[in-house]
């Protein structure tokens, strides 16, 4: 059964708004947000959704290897549908529900 995304992207922005609120980052996050743009996300950030990743979806999702794939440009403009995408894609492949 493939992943649902839209329940992905609700776990997704949940984490990141409890990384940002503190920022005044409050507007809905959606599959377009660029975490660098829209969210202003730092490198602590980052390691922290990382954190929270990694609880949630355990070492199906490696967001440090999803990171590493990718160039800098990339990395700069990376959206959360983005990630939506890579978390759905692993969550299959291990055949894991959402």
Do not use: C, K
Not at 85 to 97: H, M, N, R, S
């Amino acid at each position: 059964m493939p992943a649902d995304q839209a329940t992905i992207l609700a776990e997704v922005a949940e984490m990141l708004h409890a990384i940002r609120d503190h920022a005044g980052v409050d507007s809905e996050i959606t599959m377009s947000t660029r975490f660098e743009d829209d969210l202003e996300m730092e490198s602590i950030d980052v390691v922290s959704l990382a954190g929270r990743l990694q609880v949630r979806y355990g070492d199906t999702v490696n967001f440090a290897q999803f990171i590493a794939g990718l160039d800098l440009d990339s990395v700069r403009h990376l959206s959360v549908g983005q990630l939506v995408e890579y978390i759905a894609a692993a969550l299959d492949e291990v055949g894991a529900p959402a």
